[in-house]
């Protein structure tokens, strides 16, 4: 039986029952004393015998879960539901996930009630949307408003349906470091650490300004107006104020300071006073735990009732030991692995699940408070929910029942549960693109060729993010790159003929999930295309080289107007920060210049 996540007891016996036709869920389910549930708060017994279905629930959080259980059950069966007896309970009270909706997608409304809705049935009980500039704040429009933000309004519709969901919708505003768009507008840039961009200790890219400076005396007051603006729009009692790679700290307006009383010893004390002012909203903080990880010493000083948001995203990220540092420290925490597709375009599986495995080890062992599932939009957010749904739904079962995980069952949940596709064709094709990047024989953390050769930004702006993809022609043979071309193309052709056994649906519904992930596909074959171009220019086969610039112009044309068309339907705000990659490769293609 296809449950995720997979329940901790499950038995079958002989017989049915069948659903009477045209009955509300629970017309037909007896509720049996809460004793009889196991001894966990969100713990449930489920019974189907020939005579009907009972349940059994220590909590309103036990019942939502017995609920989603009986839900996918009559999804897999129709009404005649196969007898059997399910208790189960949770590994992690807190199961979350995080969407980033700050780098240059930021989801519509409808769109986000139905991620929550889609979260809630795979038990998740906590939301967070990243946000660094983009909830419309009503005094820096002028920063947000290129970008698209979400509106106090549809903040409170989205938290008034996750309570319905039994999700925390948590306000998450970083409030130290990431905050480039803020820090850029003129009468904000006072309050940077920096005043101007710098390169990289090795050179290859500028980090621009985007720390606050902790001792200026308007870095407070500028919080304070965020959070006062921002927190009355959640009913959650935690805030996740980020507060991750400061990494201007000590180069600029405190430079003396953090030289006087270490750069540790500064970002602790400002964490501190974030603290007051997050405990006197009547909050409990949440931050990155990545700062404070580098100076062990200063872990205990922490205010004991923040919660520390332990974060990694490579396969061997040292969770045990850093969560081990939270644990002895009596500092509660979270383990929060990622998803992998940031800089991917569609996906880096098998990192993604041996991370999404190694937090949750780590996480059961140490005492965990929860496990976050993070999915990031760096390089501007060119890949979609399509794409993230597989580790959303794999680190969700993880965080549930980390044992009773099978990825095996993948394809016929998400074929059922997100793709709405019975040919399990588009979710067989998004596992496998998901691992389409293993063909090209290079690995890099938190990218893939795929992802970044496409989308790497002008080589003038020496930006962080996909700052490798024009390198990565000269490092892979071409018929590496022809191979996972090929099984891109094999991919598209899988989601095209799934496509077309069926009617097109709702924009926001599961249907639109499958064009979201064939044009992310075709993003990535471009790819391919764009790095076989740069050898053929390299190699003076010039013939070849404008046979090749003149089919990449087409393709790359076609894909922007429908880029353009899908992009409404799903996100606000505009494309540009999102794809502009597709102009800068026509351009390269013009200009007829490899960038490597």
């Known amino acids: 039986m296809n449950l995720l996540p997979t329940p901790r007891s499950l038995q079958k016996s002989p017989g049915s029952f069948s659903l009477p036709e045209r009955v509300p869920l629970l017309r037909p389910v007896k509720i049996l004393p809460a004793a009889s549930a196991p001894e966990h708060s969100e713990g449930y017994a489920l019974n189907i015998t020939p005579r009907g279905v009972e349940i059994a629930f220590r909590s309103a959080a036990g019942r939502r879960a017995a609920l989603a259980t009986l839900r996918q059950v009559i999804r897999q069966h129709g009404r005649r539901l196969p007898c059997l007896r399910i208790r189960d309970w949770p590994d992690f009270a807190r199961r979350g996930v995080m969407l980033d909706v700050s780098r240059g997608r930021v989801p519509r409304l409808a769109t986000l009630l139905d991620l929550a809705e889609r979260l809630a049935d795979f038990k998740i009980n906590e939301l967070q949307l990243y946000t660094e500039h983009t909830f419309a704040y009503r005094r820096y429009k002028p920063v947000w408003q290129s970008w698209g933000a979400l509106t106090a309004n549809e903040i409170r519709t989205l938290a008034a349906r996750c309570r319905e969901l039994g999700i925390d919708l948590v306000p998450n505003q970083n409030s130290f470091g990431h905050l480039r768009e803020f820090l850029a507008h003129p009468p904000l840039a006072n309050l940077a650490e920096v005043p101007a961009p710098y390169a990289s200790a090795a050179g290859d890219f500028l980090r621009y300004p985007s720390t606050l400076a902790p001792n200026h005396p308007g870095t407070l007051p500028f ?102 540092r939270f644990a002895k420290a009596k500092i509660p925490f979270y383990v929060c692995p990622g998803t992998s597709t940031w800089q991917t375009l569609t996906g880096k599986h098998d990192n993604a699940f041996a991370n999404l495995r190694a937090a949750a080890r780590a996480g059961k062992k140490h005492g965990a408070r929860g496990y976050l599932i993070t999915d990031w939009g760096d390089g501007g957010h060119p ?67 795929l992802g970044t050769v496409v989308a790497a930004y002008p080589a003038a702006r020496r930006e962080l993010f996909c700052r490798n993809g024009p390198k990565w022609f000269s490092k892979i043979p071409a018929p590496k790159i022809r191979v996972a071309l090929r099984e891109i193309d094999r991919q598209i052709e899988m989601i095209r003929s799934a496509k077309a056994d ?30 076989l171009w740069q050898q053929a220019v390299v190699a003076g086969q010039g013939v070849k080289a404008r046979r090749l610039a003149l089919a990449g112009i087409v393709r790359l044309k076609k894909i922007e107007r429908e880029f353009e068309r899908y992009w409404p339907a799903r996100n606000k705000g505009s494309t540009r920060k999102c794809a502009s990659f597709l102009h800068w490769r026509i351009a390269d293609y013009r200009r007829g210049q490899t960038l490597g």
Not at 276 to 289: D, I, L, P, Q, Y
Not at 395 to 410: D, H, I, R, S
Request: one cysteine or more.
């Open 383 to 449: 890949q979609p929910l399509a794409v993230s749904w597989p580790l959303f739904a794999a680190g969700a079962a993880l965080a549930w029942n980390a044992k009773g995980f099978n990825e095996a069952q993948l394809p016929a949940v998400l074929s059922r549960d997100i793709f709405d596709d019975a040919s399990g064709k588009v979710a067989a094709a998004a596992l496998r693109l998901g691992r389409a990047h293993r063909k090209l024989g290079v690995t890099a953390p938190n990218e893939t060729p």
């Open 502 to 531: 069926r009617q097109v649906g709702s924009a926001n519904g599961k249907k639109v999930l499958t064009r979201e992930l064939e044009l992310a596909a075709r993003m990535a074959a471009e790819s391919c295309h764009f790095m």
């Open 223 to 324: 919080l304070r107006g965020l959070y006062d603006e921002l927190l009355p729009n959640f009913s959650s009692r935690f805030f996740n104020v980020g507060c991750d790679e400061t990494w201007d700290l000590g180069r600029g307006q405190s430079k003396k300071l953090c030289a006087r009383r270490s750069q540790g010893r500064v970002y602790l004390d400002f964490l501190k006073k974030i603290h007051r002012e997050v405990a006197c909203r009547k909050r409990t903080m949440m931050f990155w735990g990545d700062i404070i990880l580098k100076y062990p010493q200063l872990i205990r000083e922490l205010p004991h009732d923040a919660v520390a948001l332990n974060w990694g995203y490579e396969a061997d990220h040292p969770f045990n030991a850093e969560a081990a």
